[in-house]
């Protein structure tokens, strides 16, 4: 690859005619509007969706805005100041939840927009960035297209996860995703505890990647929304509607073409992956399906790392051309502050932006012989960044990853049989992993086709980010695969590169309008197509032999091939019958390759909503009886109280403990003494997996005392070494002795539970 500007620049940019003002903000309004619907048709209460978009108005997106107006040099266009604005306000957000809980004034953190609002009000050099001027206004088509966008993924989003888990489970059958109560539980410390502990076991650090948890906790301090209301409704369509406008905005700038960010959006949320097994298997992972709301610290942790492309994309070059304004001397602190928010908002983020600034040093450095110093800033600003989030957030644990090259492969590679054979099938497999995961990125190939190889610096940043996720997810293990979260975090790159090459081909095909259209009705046309065929199809494909999971995907990919050489054949006949079609060919075959895994989305949602217990994922039971004594809990004690209960297997197997539970830490919002330590830090990567013991025996046997042989001592050892106020009780796994009534305060019972109050 050679790393030099080819000349290709965007073509010459009108200034769009003027729309009135209400033509502007219509598509925005609209986008507003249709998730309001479907928040509501999920039985959002309307006053929550009031309490919730007052809270992001003036407490994230006012100041942040103001903020980012600041930093950046002239203004650009007004969504741009809005989206990344928002991101920033995300950013301070987070250092004012942890400086008011730190003191201990949480109830007091509604207060913090004041600390940016008082002196843009007071100053007069910072009262312009109230009222800025804007010279380029966003295309309607762009604005439009955006909020379909939004509008599509709400509706994924709707049938994947919001209409099939309700707020607060209604019934003694109620399921739910095995990870979402743990992810609940750690936003219920962070309403009160920086940094939080690990929920289920009192006392024990968590060195995990929390601030999207310390978010949501954010989000219901300041709003007065419920905790459950803000993860199961309102915060993922909104982390996920924001990610979409990032990556639209953002890839106008790195371009200086609006559409790249609008078909990279487009590629990142309304396409899915190239799987067709009708959403009940994931192969290598997702990208964005499932995982959005599945683990909704990665939509937070996009929010930040898409700004920051944008940030480091000038940093190590702008593209040669582009007519957006530079960010200027304030970028730096720019990417000072997303770097920051990165480190503890997925642990994946930043060393996949380190792996690309180092890929983007060694290719400038080996092509023009001299590397910006701008460049390595930026890389030492990412490796201190690193180094601060594995010394003090992650404390060095390694949370189950080692280094285990092909392990996410090796699943479906066979071990009995032929060197030929197990040759041929890793061959097969590596082809189903890139075309799963990969396939959306297809854009990248024509950019290097258009440019004969030669990028500018920013896309050659962009490859390098899109290289090193994969790259990464193929050189390690995990137990959990979350090595997957590499690939997660370079996609972002690799959307914004591939969406690049695709405008780069369509504009060399120089459409007609109406042409357009055609294009848009024919990409249409065969996503609907294949999701048709996929939906009437319901088999899924036995587990043996160890390659079968993926021979769906191989078959279609084989008959789509067989399809395309078809064509291939008639095409000097179709171009003399229409010759239009000449020198269109490759925009039409590409465009067919990133659309083709539209049905993912709507198969996933079809599983969703087939399942209405959780969904085609892992599901633990999540009785109503249950969380109502949680909720007692919560209503009834101090946020420091610590809880005690009898609860902590998911199931028994051959008397192992499946030490996955966190219902009570979730739902009380309180620390439990001891509940399942299966995700505790020092027990990811055990080889007895969830199974393993617990490491403190004696405090799990004065917990387990207190119900099933109580005494005297022992409670006051509960009491006093321990903190433990409460006592909560499921009857269904133990019923506690007669002899607690005696020594404890019984306060709550329902038909299955009983809280005892300490004292």
């Known amino acids: 690859m050679t790393v030099l500007a080819t000349g290709v620049a965007p073509g010459p940019t009108l200034p769009p005619r003027r729309r009135p003002p209400l033509a502007r903000v219509a598509p925005a309004l609209a986008g507003y509007a249709f998730v309001v619907v479907v928040l509501v048709g999920a039985g959002t209460p309307a006053v929550d969706i009031a309490r919730w978009t007052t809270y992001a108005l003036l407490a994230v997106l006012l100041p942040g805005t103001l903020v980012f107006r600041a930093l950046r040099g002239r203004p650009h266009t007004l969504v741009e100041d809005l989206a990344m604005g928002a991101a920033v306000g995300l950013v301070l957000e987070l250092a004012a939840w942890a400086a008011f809980t730190a003191v201990g004034a949480p109830g007091w953190l509604r207060a913090w927009p004041l600390a940016v609002l008082l002196p843009f009000a007071a100053v007069p050099r910072l009262r312009r960035h109230w009222r800025p001027r804007y010279a380029t206004v966003a295309p309607a088509g762009w604005a439009w297209s955006l909020a379909a966008i939004v509008a599509g993924f709400t509706l994924y989003l709707s049938e994947s996860f919001l209409q099939v888990n309700p707020v607060l489970p209604t019934d003694e059958g109620q399921a739910q995703y095995i990870d979402l109560a743990f992810q609940l539980s750690i936003a219920g410390a962070a309403t009160h505890q920086v940094p939080p502990d690990v929920p289920q076991v009192a006392g024990e650090p968590l060195h995990y990647h929390w601030f999207g948890f310390a978010h949501l906790a954010a989000t219901s301090l300041v709003s007065g929304v419920d905790l459950p209301t803000v993860l199961f409704r309102l915060a993922v369509p909104a982390l996920c509607a924001l990610a979409a406008v990032l990556v639209a905005v953002v890839g106008w700038r790195i371009s200086g073409r609006p559409y790249v960010g609008v078909v990279a959006s487009a590629l990142m949320f309304t396409v899915g992956e190239f799987g067709f097994e009708n959403g009940w298997r994931q192969l290598f992972g997702t990208q964005t399906t499932f995982i959005v709301w599945g683990s909704p610290s990665m939509t937070y942790s996009w929010v930040l790392l898409v700004p920051l492309l944008a940030v480091l994309g000038e940093v190590v070059g702008r593209a040669r051309g582009v007519a957006v304004p530079p960010l200027g001397r304030g970028g730096w602190v720019l990417a000072g502050l997303f770097l920051a928010a990165s480190t503890g908002a997925k642990a994946s983020s930043v060393p996949v932006v380190l792996a690309a600034l180092a890929f983007t040093a060694v290719l400038l450095l080996a092509v023009r012989r001299r590397l910006p110093r701008a460049v390595l800033v930026a890389a030492g600003l990412a490796l201190a960044a690193q180094g601060f989030a594995t010394a003090v957030l992650f404390a060095f644990e390694s949370h189950g990853v080692t280094l285990d090259p092909l392990s996410g492969l090796r699943t479906y590679v066979p071990t009995d049989r032929s060197a030929g054979v197990t040759a041929a099938v890793w061959v097969a497999v590596s082809v189903a992993f890139l075309l799963s995961l990969q396939l959306r990125l297809a854009g990248v190939v024509a950019l290097l086709r258009v440019r004969r190889a030669r990028l500018e610096p920013v896309q050659v940043f962009l490859f390098g980010g899109a290289l ?292």
Do not use: K
């Not at 009380?668 to 997996?689: D, K, S």
């Not at 005696?742 to 009983?754: G, K, S, V």
């Open 468 to 759: 090193a996720g994969p790259a990464t997810y193929l050189l390690v293990g995990h137990p959990g695969s979350s090595n997957q979260y590499f690939t997660r975090a370079g996609f972002a790159f690799g959307v914004l590169l591939s969406a690049w090459g695709w405008v780069e081909l369509a504009e060399r095909a120089a459409l007609s309008a109406r042409e357009r259209r055609l294009l848009a009705v024919a990409a249409a046309g065969f996503a609907v197509l294949l999701t048709a065929i996929q939906l009437d199809s319901t088999t899924v494909t036995p587990a043996t032999p160890a390659y079968a999971p993926v021979l769906p995907l191989l078959v279609w990919a084989g008959g789509l091939t067989v399809v395309g050489l078809l064509l291939a054949l008639c095409w000097p006949a179709l171009t003399g019958r229409f010759p239009a079609l000449a020198g269109r060919g490759g925009l039409l075959v590409l465009t067919a390759v990133l659309v083709a895994g539209a049905p993912g989305l709507v198969l996933d949602a079809a599983a969703g909503r087939a399942n209405p217990n959780g969904g085609a994922y892992p599901v633990v039971p999540m009785p109503a009886s249950r969380v109502e004594a949680a909720r007692w809990v919560r209503a009834h004690s101090d946020p420091d109280d610590v809880v005690a209960t009898n609860v902590h297997c998911r199931v028994v197997v051959n008397g192992w403990c499946d030490a996955r539970t966190f219902w009570l830490s979730a739902y009380a919002e309180r620390a439990v003494l001891v509940e399942g330590w299966a995700f505790a830090p020092r027990m990811v990567g055990l080889p007895e997996g969830p199974y393993a013991p617990f490491w403190d025996a004696e405090r799990l046997r004065v917990n387990d005392a207190a119900v099933t042989a109580p005494t005297a001592a022992g409670l006051a050892t509960l009491r006093h070494r321990y903190g433990v106020r409460w006592l909560v009780v499921d009857r269904d796994v133990g019923v506690e002795s007669p002899q607690l009534r005696t020594l404890a305060d019984l306060r709550f019972t329902n038909a299955r539970m009983a809280v005892y109050h300490l004292g």
